[in-house]
């Protein structure tokens, strides 16, 4: 797969988060041992997502945490992009400001899919250089932080993601949070309790300043299976 020619259209992709998280609000224990909890359904409804989607997106440390890949989740799910009209196998971001991933992450063993690696001038030359050895594409999207909105049009133009989901972590979803960039959210609320006040949340970060910067959204759905809710919140326009 290669980077598709320029469109004309730089409107930006469509921005939707998926997540699971404890009845109190965590993505994972204080101590990060525990970051999967989710049932099978949960797993699946992750694929699924995935199957609709050009590109799938996550932050460096939850990338080396999970050990995820980031691909298909299987024939089954490629089936069901190409149905769509979508390629077999959808792009891999990886975000990471300081440039700081594991050359021996698991996603970089697999190469089903181009890897785009969105950094920072913070990187040094030494990591750049390194990952520019690992990944398809490594760009520079800002001086000390990544600059979402002009980084989400350069993956329109260039690599025609026009659906991008973001499986965070906390703290990559509240820079998108905070920059107005989500459309949708698909939320599945666990039965647990992690407890911790430095457990993970889905939106950590510096977070929103007053109720005022408060970001809206509606509520589109809400379905039960078994023990879980499967929630979809879309941003009130």
Known sequence: MTPKTKVKNLKLPFLFVNLAMTADGKIATANRAVHSFGSARDLAHLYELRATADAVMCGARTVEISQSVLGTGGGKFRKQRLKLGLAEFNLRIIVSGSGSIDPQADIFKQKFSPIIVLTTRRASAKKLA?????????????HREIHFPNTLRWLREKWRITRLLCEGGGELND????????????L???PEIFGGRSAPTIADGSGMKGLADAKAYQIQSIKRFEGELFTVFSRKK
């Not at 390194?130 to 800002?142: H, M, N, P």
């Not at 820079?175 to 698909?186: P, S």
């Open 130 to 142: 390194q990952l520019r050895a690992l990944a398809d594409e490594v760009k520079i999207c800002g």
């Open 175 to 186: 820079t998108l949070f905070r920059a107005g960039l989500v459309d949708e959210i698909h």
């Open 188 to 190: 599945t609320i666990c």
